[in-house]
């Protein structure tokens, strides 16, 4: 039986590149020499003392996991009352893309209909027991959204810098919720040097993706409820729609995690980071077999939380491919369109763009048999697809009253 809860088995702060140890009960932003800080725990201490068995009876949220979080204190937890998402298992898309075993994650229950609210559960939750009141951070409209109302929750003010043509919904969850926002005529690239600036002014604390340190324990337990759903059992791949690659570095980290204290054996699913055409600086990256990525010039693509040109914790995402065998692709905005009508007309599925980009490169995995048929493979569906109410112009016939609706019924939908 694992020690109740306050007990705290986080030990410190440590810099992955250049492997200082900081506190962790002060508060950071990156190591001097400029790398993401991460969470390190007493993984012995766990593995002699923790069992699957102590998570039955807990409730179903993220913090069943509270052994491989940060948080010091029960009380500190801000919950807008995330769930563990669904498995959906997709049997008529797998059979058509010779993926039989083709399972999803459907992220778009949580609230505010984004993975990023797992992200801001334990980042705002960890903000304010360490005293922050000010927070602020560029963003693609989704994680802006998300910390913006769990800051709301925790009194805590937020400074939000978005670009113009994010997703209009995201600005409102920011406005609503009281935040300070701003829209940038840029990109993420350029809120986030806006945010820069504005916290050398002002003192407030930058929640910039992987500029604090937890933000990546919120996601990372996405991993961890995945393996506790197969039963601790590994799939063979797990695809992951990369922007700054919070996800799938918190994913990897989830699953080294665990196999450091034994709870899953045998080799890690191969990490598949799938980006747009439009915005690929990790599938370059990748190709170049690089340890770093490139700034992306010009980048676009509907799917709005991957159009991350540089990400800062890119060096660790290539580290996670590099390690599981896994590998990077960029998927058309064609294949995200397609494959998103093919999602719901098969399966009744609303996924968001970038969980359609998912599946649109699971199914050229298959085709060029990089994934074998055999293969249980995850697909991690970030968001709502209602999250995007604005982005697609559907076309329809507009009828007037008197007109017949039989001579309209165009098979639209059955258009494939
Ligand atoms: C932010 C976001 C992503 C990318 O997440 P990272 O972990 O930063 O790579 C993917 N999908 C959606 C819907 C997002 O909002
Ligand atoms: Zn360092």
Redesign the pocket.
């Known amino acids: 039986m694992s020690e109740p809860w306050p007990y705290r088995y986080a030990m410190h702060l440590a810099c992955p590149r250049c492997e200082a140890i900081h506190d962790l009960d002060s508060l950071q932003q990156l190591c001097p020499c400029g790398s993401p800080l991460l969470v390190r725990y007493d993984l012995a201490g766990l593995a002699a003392r923790w069992r699957p068995e102590d998570l039955a009876g807990r409730p179903w949220n993220l913090w069943r996991y509270h052994e491989l979080l940060p948080l010091a204190r029960p009380e500190a937890i801000v919950s807008l009352g995330e769930v563990v998402t669904p498995l959906i298992e997709l049997p008529s898309l797998g059979d058509d893309m010779q993926l039989p075993r083709l399972v999803m994650k459907d ?1 778009g229950l949580l609230p505010t209909g ?3 609210a797992r ?1 801001a559960a334990v980042g705002i939750s960890r903000a304010r027991e360490l005293g922050v009141t000010h927070l602020a951070m560029p ?5 802006g959204a998300a910390w913006a109302l769990y800051a709301a929750r925790a009194g805590i003010e937020a400074t939000i810098a978005m670009p113009e043509d994010a997703p209009r919904i995201t600005r409102q969850e920011c406005t609503l919720a009281g935040a300070h926002l701003t829209l940038v005529d840029g990109l993420i690239s350029d809120a986030g040097r806006q945010v820069a600036r504005f916290v050398e002014a002002t003192g407030a604390f930058d929640a910039s ?1 992987l500029k604090e340190p937890y933000r990546i324990e919120g ?1 990372k337990t996405m991993g961890l409820e995945l393996a506790e759903q197969l039963g601790w059992q590994l799939p063979d791949v797990i695809l ?11 994913i990897y980290k989830a699953l080294q995690e665990l196999q450091a204290i034994g709870w899953v054996s045998g080799s890690l699913p191969r990490l598949v980071a799938v980006q747009a055409k439009g915005c690929a600086p990790i599938v370059r990256a990748w190709q170049e077999s690089a340890h770093e990525s490139r700034f992306w010039e010009h980048s676009r693509t509907r ?4 159009n ?1 040109p540089k ?1 800062l914790g890119d060096f660790l ?1 290539l580290e996670a491919l590099y390690a599981t065998e896994g590998c990077a692709i960029a998927v058309s905005e064609s294949a995200i369109d397609w494959e998103q009508r093919r999602a719901a007309q098969l399966e009744g599925t609303f996924v ?4 359609a980009a998912v599946l649109a490169a699971a199914r050229e995995l298959s085709a060029s048999g990089e994934i074998p048929a055999e293969a249980k493979v995850i697909a ?1 569906n ?2 709502a697809g209602i ?1 995007y109410p604005d982005s697609r112009d559907l076309g329809l016939p507009l009828l007037a009253p008197e007109e017949d609706l039989a001579k309209h019924h165009a098979p639209y939908g059955r258009a494939l």
């Open positions: 992220e984004s993975f990023k992200g963003t693609n409209g989704n994680a993706t996601k992951y729609p990369t922007g700054g690659g919070v996800g799938l570095i918190g799917a709005f939380g991957i991350v990400a995402v968001c763009p970038e969980g991690l970030t968001g999250k």
